[in-house]
């Protein structure tokens, strides 16, 4: 079964918590503290594997999470680091974050990674606290939370040359004729429901993958029809055959097609109207060919585009068209990938957000100020005044008081919640 679309959760493993701990030797006076630290968590790492060609095994499984670091100890030792989870995942899968739809990753060759969920650091043990004022302190951070979060991923066919048409136009027997692919062939709407690869070999050096698009009708770019499972996939190609069927089998005139088709293109992508595109006058063995092919021909030269005859049934034409596909391929010229710009912006990771709370007065967001919370033990008095020390350094005190915050409400911080009380 062919899945192009897949949603999955990925969640890292936490880091180890830091030890806080002393030497305790005989006739070792002041040995001083000596805890290790934690260490990291595990991450979820997207690998592209090109023996996989389908997104099916994630219906399968939807959560990868991998586990926390270990804990530090004594003498220094620091934890043991959590093993690394790897997902393989078709060539051409495109990885969207599931909130905000924003582009993460693309991976289009094989053994291509990408860090989808990143282990949390392990947490620091009381030895690294050690300074010439405080030469015994006690505490020790807690290991940071390991990232997660719900991914979509989308299977887009790295497929060098697509068919495109209306259904029964003879896209699958044109690749069957040309490739060993053997799509599922019927004289009736729709036979393909999915997208076949084939690789056209001209002679011993030269070749190229050949995707059969299913039929797109009119309305595709806004999903009437399977529009948007099918128009996905031409987006990578670098060169399209528009096949069109000259005879008219169907009653529907060859030129309606050729234009409804392009439209189609263009409403769905920019980039795919001006892909370079090969005209395929097919089933040219049938009557009424030669005289549609005439007006065809004349109309599509006038817009700049050349024509080929073919008969999907008989082979005539197939293989100058294949030679033709293959030079343009050579002349082929990526564009800049559009979706590169919707990736995440840098953020400033001291930076922090105030807002008001669902279930609380105050709600702080923000990276560092997050982790903070979440690595620092509360229940030790130096871990809490070091603690106060950072917050007052972020200035998240006058922050709170522009927004009108007042004495006794409460202030949410990741799973913490603080009552507010005024020190100056």
Known sequence: MFIDRARIY???????????????????????????????????????DKNLNTLID?????????????????????????????????????????????????????GQQYVAAKGGRGGKGNACYVTSTNRAPTFAEKGEPGENRWLKLELKLLA?????????????????????ARPEIAA???????????????????????????????????????????????????????IVDVAGVDGRDPIEDFDKINNELAEYSERLARRKQLVVANKMDLPDAQENFERLKEYVEAKGYEIFKASAATGEGLRELMFKAYDLLLQYEPEED?????????????????????????????KNIERLV?????????????????????????????????????VRIRDMVFEYKDNN
């Open 338 to 366: 559009e979706e590169d710009l919707a990736r995440f912006d840098e953020i400033d990771p001291d930076s922090y957000e105030i807002v008001e709370g669902n279930d609380t007065d105050w709600e702080v967001r923000g």
């Open 188 to 242: 009736y709407h729709f036979t393909t429901l999915t997208p076949v690869l084939g690789v056209v070999r001209l002679d011993e050096e030269r070749s190229f993958v050949l995707a059969d698009i299913p039929g797109l009708i009119e309305g595709a770019h806004e999903g009437v029809g399977l529009g948007h499972d099918f128009l996905r996939h031409v987006e990578r190609t670098k060169v399209l055959l528009h």
């Open 58 to 110: 994630f219906r399968y499984k939807r959560k990868y999470v991998a586990k926390r670091g270990g804990q530090g100890g004594t003498k220094n030792c620091t934890g043991m680091r959590a093993d690394t989870v790897y997902v393989k995942v078709p060539m051409g899968t495109l990885v969207r974050d599931d909130a905000t739809g924003a582009v993460m990753a693309d991976l289009v060759e094989d």
């Open 160 to 180: 060098d040359v697509g068919l495109v048409g209306y259904p029964s136009v003879g896209k699958s027997s044109i690749i069957a004729q040309v490739s060993a």
């Open 10 to 48: 990925v969640e890292a493993g936490d880091g180890g918590d830091g030890m806080s701990s002393f030497r305790r030797e005989k006739f070792v006076e002041k040995g001083g503290p000596n805890g290790g630290n934690g260490g990291r968590g595990g991450d979820v790492v997207l690998v592209a």
């Open 374 to 410: 979440a690595m620092t033990n509360f229940d030790n008095d130096e871990a809490l005044y070091r603690f106060q020390l950072i917050w007052k350094r972020l200035g998240i005190d006058e922050a709170l008081k522009e927004k009108g915050v007042q004495e006794g409400e409460s």
